[in-house]
Nanobody, 125 residues
Framework: QVQLVESGGGLVQAGGSLRLSCTAS????????MGWFRQAQGKEREFVAS???????VYVESVKGRFTISRDNARNTVYLQMNSLNPEDTAVYYC???????????????????WGQGTQVTVSS
């Protein structure tokens, strides 16, 4: 029903920046909460940032002040601007979408029903 495609990952030096993009199929994008999660090697998947269909934004504490989530409903796209990157940010980043008008907790995986394939972000020191 919903297909998510991420892009923008890559290799950067510590202190650098990347912008991730996630484009969704369908006409109900503006009614869905959109989130970003990441999973580092050997670790569990971690919540990073989310923006609800109502406009509410939530970040994990470790990225506040460095990462910015935004959405462009006209393009069915959500973005994650990542600044001041450090090696601890190295992970596969996944885009996720909720059902229309969902009100689940934005920071938990169970709120999201659709997931992208992931894009690798590597930060070197």
């Amino acid at each position: 029903q919903v297909q998510l495609v991420e892009s923008g990952g890559g290799l950067v030096q510590a202190g650098g920046s990347l912008r991730l993009s996630c484009t969704a199929s369908g006409r109900t994008f503006s009614s869905r909460s959109m989130g970003w999660f990441r999973q580092a090697q050997g670790k569990e998947r971690e919540f990073v940032a989310s923006i609800r269909w109502s406009g509410t934004i939530v970040y994990v504490e470790s990225v506040k002040g460095r990462f910015t989530i935004s959405r462009d409903n006209a393009r069915n796209t959500v973005y994650l601007q990542m600044n001041s990157l450090n090696p601890e940010d190295t992970a596969v980043y996944y885009c996720a979408a909720s059902k229309p008008s969902a009100f689940g907790l934005l920071s938990v995986s169970g709120t999201y029903d659709y997931w992208g394939q992931g894009t690798q972000v590597t930060v070197s020191s």
